[in-house]
């Protein structure tokens, strides 16, 4: 049985001082053992807001990294930054990093291997465009994105480190969310995928999130699904919408 994981993926919002205030007043309405719970704040917010969940059992997640280890690379934040920090989960390659900052499926995997190499959790996103729903091209690109993301991650670093988002553009902050049948239609064949790349037993293991205007409306029919362990939630993660989705159930 997969434990479900619900991501909150704050994006360029909050200052530090609206962070704290956000985190004060949602951390003791999220009080769940049967789900894994992640905030991923900016960078700046990062040691704070581990310092105000530390007696909670929610987790603290970044939402990119630079693959390098240290050195001249002016603006990049390395994964041991954020180790310092209290960062146990990574996203990479979500769609606004793919499209403004031009990150490539070799970029995302140099990423997640650097994540597993520091035996985080990488949350690796895959995800089409309309335009390429509407050509019916999703399965092609999917299976693209995550033959070339997950390259040399061995059935162990899979199982242990790696968690799948699909996220569809066309659904990312529009209000227009998959249907659930969709949601798991593509779910069940990123599983598939997963099988014949790595195998049966890994692909059972992985967990794989919704991501996409997910909302307390939305977030039961969603998660019940059978191949979908969870969500990733942009917009409605700001507010206290968020603690309705964690108490989906
Ligand atoms: P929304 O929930 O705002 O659609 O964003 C989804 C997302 O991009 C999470 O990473």
Not at 61 to 77: D, I, L, R, S, W
Not at 113 to 120: A, R
Not at 190 to 203: S, W
Not at 209 to 225: D, F, H, R
């Amino acid at each position: 049985m997969r434990k479900k994981i619900i991501a909150g993926n704050w994006k360029m919002n909050y200052t530090l001082s609206q962070a704290e205030d956000f985190v004060n007043e949602i951390s003791k309405q999220i009080n769940v053992d049967d789900v894994d719970v992640v905030l991923c704040p900016n960078f700046v917010c990062l040691d704070r807001i581990n310092e105000l969940i530390s007696d909670s059992n929610v987790k603290l997640g970044a939402q990119n990294v630079y693959f390098e280890e240290k050195g001249a690379y002016t603006g990049e934040t390395s994964i041991d930054m954020l180790i310092s920090t209290g960062v146990t989960y990574c996203i990479v390659g979500h769609s606004e990093r793919r499209q403004y900052f031009n990150e490539t499926d070799e970029i995302v995997n140099q990423k997640a291997k650097k994540i597993i190499e520091k035996d985080l959790t990488a949350i690796v996103c895959v995800g089409e465009t309309l335009e390429q729903r509407n050509k019916n091209e999703m399965f092609e690109v999917i299976e693209n994105q995550l033959i070339n993301g997950l390259k040399d991650i061995s059935k162990e670093q899979m199982k242990r480190n790696i968690v799948i988002a699909y996220e569809p553009i066309w659904a990312i902050g529009t209000g227009v969310t998959a249907t659930a049948s969709q949601a798991e239609e593509m779910c069940q064949f990123i599983r598939n995928v997963i099988a014949k790349l790595f195998d049966e037993n890994t692909a059972e293991v992985v967990r794989i999130q919704y991501g996409g205007s997910v909302k307390p409306s939305n977030a039961k029919e969603i998660l019940n699904m059978p191949n979908i362990d969870g969500a990733l939630v942009g917009g409605a993660s700001l507010t206290n919408d968020f603690v309705a989705i964690v108490n989906y159930d």
